[in-house]
């Protein structure tokens, strides 16, 4: 018999840290695309849990009118819901950047509602099915718990997405395009870079992290108008507490998050859904900025 | 266009001028209010959108029409609202519409939790509550009213059904999965109850968050457990995620271990599809497809809902109606008075035969245990159940005495 850690077999702990880090993945890539979003162009884009949800029926719409599998879901979701990020962007958002902060909130909280009101109406909410590719089916043995491969693919898709997306913004010419703009759009303007236009594809590109992360989540829950909703509170507390803007923080947060919400399934199940919101009021009390966010 | 707008709007006002001076004119009636008015309150866009929502609506619906919309010659107005699964929004709810929109009866209200506190208000206000959505048995035990009626089914009779047929079966070790509420405490509660009467053990369980989005953590635990059957104390879209997990983690693919839903709506088998429901066993309240009255009935809901009645739009069609026809019978509205001649009268409709109604308000009545069919069985759309058994009522539900309510017998 094998020793255990305050009273929990460590295979089992692993088991669980393992699941952590599942659901940190799509905290992580939800996230990122929020900061992403907020540090270009200082929107709280509430409706991002929308969008993600979008993401995932897009896929499921596919499947079911036209036949289209998971793996070409995984590119053209994302474009759709990118593409309906262009439009919110130019007809909407747009008007909004000389304004408080708050109504970019409230615009896309509003919109938010709109969008799941109307696929809640279509579609009601016990959710749709989605099958998982038949390539991903079946899973792994780890001896201390049974891995669904679909699970660990989510793992992967979700990390290299993150570190080349960090990798784009901090290290290349583009990103740095990106950041000044955030810092002088005037001066960049100057320079003959179209910073509108700038502005209008990074919330796409935020947006469409978004769907994509929707088209990952489809074969795992049910495909609902209501998963969005469930998610995106947690999400921006993860936000919060990485440091609005900090793309690095809000991967890191993500990830660290699901684990301490794994840990906390296995300790106290009752708390694990308030955990992560416990942390933020610590996190905000010690430092208001989040854990990788700097005072502006 | 907006000539017809306009008209239309004048017309409208002059429909509500007439309605306004109606009352006025009318003799005085036995009816409060010159109508009967029932408030539908339940979930209509969260997790028990489904099983109940806008489907209870039109099954109230459907009951009014059968008496031509009108009760001793006055209207019936039906009218609906959401609870948002949030007990002091559905108290509110319930205290405003009999107070001041003079609602006579509340109808469903599912959530256990909301349950409850809407039995307190419509307690101390003497009217009647028809509960189709909620599950636990405490509604009839010591949380009973005199004016409250509890109809499908409860967490006693899903414990009786499943737990013991599960036992019976060889699954004599459980662990539980429970959704953090009243509902999940007392589904579990009960199950272990009649588990352990059965010759059964109850090795552990895990009390989940109210709508979670990941039940894999706790099915891990269950795994972990080596308990033979995981036994799903939750209802709605956590039931949904738990089956729907379970499957993707292999929990019964091994053969080790079962999952027993003690809760499992039609809705809910028909969002997860047969290829991850199949074999499931559930105990229910109703079946659209169990006899020919029945299929009648279903055919005629599905024709306006678009989806086959659960036994919770079921059951609500078959308490309003009988609700309306002890109206008829008493030729009062008054709450205590009605109650009594409800329970007075058999039910016997297309959802129950010689249904009879304890003094805590539990309508006694057949319950089936039913086996989800695979793909292969499934002759088309909305063939779901295999029934398995016949579960008289005196054996699904508690007699009053057993009950624990405290009402004058």
């Known amino acids: 018999m094998m020793g255990t850690i305050f009273g929990i077999p460590p295979q089992a702990l692993f088991g669980q840290l393992l699941l952590g880090l599942i659901n940190g993945s799509f905290y992580a890539l939800l996230s990122l695309g929020l900061a992403v979003i907020f540090g270009m162009l200082n929107v709280i884009n509430f409706a991002h849990g929308a969008l993600y949800m979008m993401g995932a029926f897009v896929a499921w719409l596919l499947l079911t009118q036209l036949g289209i599998g998971y793996w070409w879901a995984l590119l053209l979701a994302p474009l759709v819901v990118g593409l309906f990020g262009v439009v919110l962007e130019k007809t909407l958002l747009s008007r909004l950047y000389k304004l408080d902060h708050l109504y970019g909130l409230l615009l896309t909280f509003g919109l938010a509602l709109i969008v799941e009101g109307a696929f809640r109406h279509q579609y009601g909410v016990s959710g749709q099915p989605y099958p998982i590719p038949d390539a991903l089916k079946g899973g792994q043995n780890l001896g201390f718990m049974f891995l669904p491969n679909y699970r660990g693919w989510v793992v992967v898709a979700s990390l290299v997405v993150c570190i080349s997306t960090w990798i784009a913004i ?34 796409a590109f935020g947006v469409a992290l978004a769907g994509l992360a929707g088209v990952l989540a489809a074969p795992i829950y049910q495909v609902s108008p209501l998963m969005g909703s469930n998610l995106i509170i947690v999400v921006f507390a993860v936000v919060v507490i990485g440091g609005m803007g900090s793309i690095l923080g809000a991967v890191l947060t993500g990830y660290g998050l699901g684990l301490l919400e794994g840990l906390t399934k296995v300790f106290y199940p009752e708390a694990s859904n308030i955990v992560v919101f416990v942390i933020m009021a610590v996190v905000l009390m010690i430092k208001p900025a989040g854990l990788f966010g700097r005072e502006r | 266009m907006i000539a017809r707008l306009l008209a239309s709007a004048a017309l409208a006002a002059l429909t509500i001028g007439v309605m306004s001076t109606g009352p006025a004119m009318a003799q005085q009636g036995k009816l409060s209010g010159d109508m009967v008015k029932i408030g539908v309150l339940n979930d209509r866009s969260g997790l028990y959108a489904d099983l109940g929502g806008e489907g209870s609506v039109i099954a109230a619906r459907m009951a009014a029409e059968e ?339 405290k009402l004058p017998k």
């Open chain 2, 67 to 405: 008496f031509g919309n009108k009760i001793l010659g006055k209207p019936i107005e039906i009218i609906s609202a959401d609870h948002q699964n949030k007990p002091d929004i559905g108290a509110n709810l319930a205290r405003q519409w009999i107070d001041q929109d003079g609602v006579d009866v509340i109808v469903d209200v599912p959530n256990s939790g909301v349950a409850l506190a809407v039995q307190e208000v419509t307690k101390e206000k003497k009217k009647i509550f028809l509960m189709e959505g909620p599950a636990t048995s405490r509604l009839t035990g010591d949380a009973c009213s005199p004016t409250g009626f509890h109809w499908p089914y409860d967490t006693h009779a899903l414990a009786v059904g499943t737990g013991q047929a599960m036992v019976k079966e060889g699954g004599d070790s459980w662990f539980f999965i429970t959704a953090d509420y009243a509902f999940g405490h007392q589904l579990e509660a009960d199950t272990s109850v009649e588990v352990k009467k059965a010759g059964g053990k109850v090795v552990g369980s895990v009390k989940a968050p109210l709508n979670s989005a990941d039940f894999s953590s706790f099915l891990l635990q269950a795994q972990a457990s080596g308990a033979k059957i995981v036994g799903l104390a939750n209802a709605g879209g956590d039931t949904i995620t738990s089956i729907k997990q379970a499957s993707e983690f292999g929990l019964t693919q091994s053969g080790q271990q079962k999952l027993a839903g003690l809760l499992i709506f039609l809705s809910d088998v028909h969002a997860l599809g047969l290829q991850v429901a199949q074999d499931l066993v559930l105990t229910t309240g109703f079946y659209w497809d169990r006899d020919d009255e029945s299929r009648a009935w279903s055919k005629k809901f599905f024709d306006r809902y678009g989806k086959m009645p659960t036994m919770v739009q079921a059951g609500s069609y078959s308490a309003v109606r009988h609700y309306l026809k002890a109206i008829e019978a008493a030729g009062t509205d008054d709450g205590p008075t009605v109650a009594a001649k409800m329970k007075e009268m058999p039910v016997n409709d297309m959802f129950a035969k010689n249904g009879t109604i304890l003094p805590n308000g539990r309508m006694v009545h057949d319950m089936y245990l039913a086996r989800v069919k695979k793909p292969s069985e499934s002759k088309g759309a909305w063939d779901y159940y295999q029934i398995l058994r016949t579960i008289p009522g005196k054996e699904a539900f508690a007699s009053f005495e057993e009950s624990g309510c």
């Open chain 1, 170 to 203: 901090e290290k290349t010419k583009l990103g740095a395009y990106l950041r000044a703009a955030t810092e002088n759009p005037v001066l960049v303007q100057a320079f003959g870079i179209n910073v509108p236009r700038m502005i209008t594809l990074t919330y």
